[in-house]
């Protein structure tokens, strides 16, 4: 059987055993997700780990659907259903601008507020036991490379400063 890359006429790479890139992320991604759940049912009900990377993602002044869709990577439509959601369970708010009707500007409420910390404290407390694990000068340079990494995507590190 014939592979894509190959009709497409892509070199193949050769095949490698033991644990590649993407697992290495995901499996840091999966305890970082962890820790963010850890309380959360109790705390905050009904939020899942997307739910807290959306409340995080919108800054104080409130942000347009479509510009929240576009950093999170998602479509308009799936953007709105997570914030009527959100909404729905008090988390955030929304109003249709003046100026144009068919714009929608999202902010969180206070409990939304409430989240983002929660979740922000989860995320803290994994980055100072990796710092513990790898040592600070070792933690830098992960932080550092990451940064670099994802220096292509400088439109999102941008609002992810901002938010």
Not at 65 to 93: F, N, S
Not at 115 to 125: C, E, K, P
Not at 135 to 153: A, D, K, M, N
Request: proline share 4%; hydrophobic share 40%; aromatic share 6%.
């Amino acid at each position: 059987m014939t592979s894509v890359n190959a009709l497409a006429g892509r070199p193949q790479p050769p095949v490698e055993r033991g644990v590649h890139i993407a697992g290495l992320f995901g499996l840091a991604l999966k305890h970082l997700r962890a820790e963010i759940l850890a309380d959360s049912e109790h705390e905050f009900p009904g939020l899942r780990v997307s739910h807290y990377r959306l409340l995080e993602l919108i800054p104080d002044s409130g942000a347009r659907i479509t510009d929240l869709a576009g950093v999170a990577g998602m479509t308009k439509q799936g953007l709105g259903q997570h914030v009527d959601y959100l909404q729905k369970l008090g988390y955030t708010e929304s109003e249709r601008l003046p100026e144009d009707r068919r714009v929608r500007l999202v902010r969180r409420t206070g409990k939304g507020d409430e989240a983002v910390a929660f979740s922000l404290a989860a995320i803290g407390r994994v980055e100072t036991a990796w710092k513990k694990q790898l040592g600070s000068e070792r933690y830098e340079v992960l932080r550092t490379i990451l940064l670099e990494l994802c220096q292509p995507f400088a439109d999102e590190l941008e609002w992810l400063e901002k938010a």
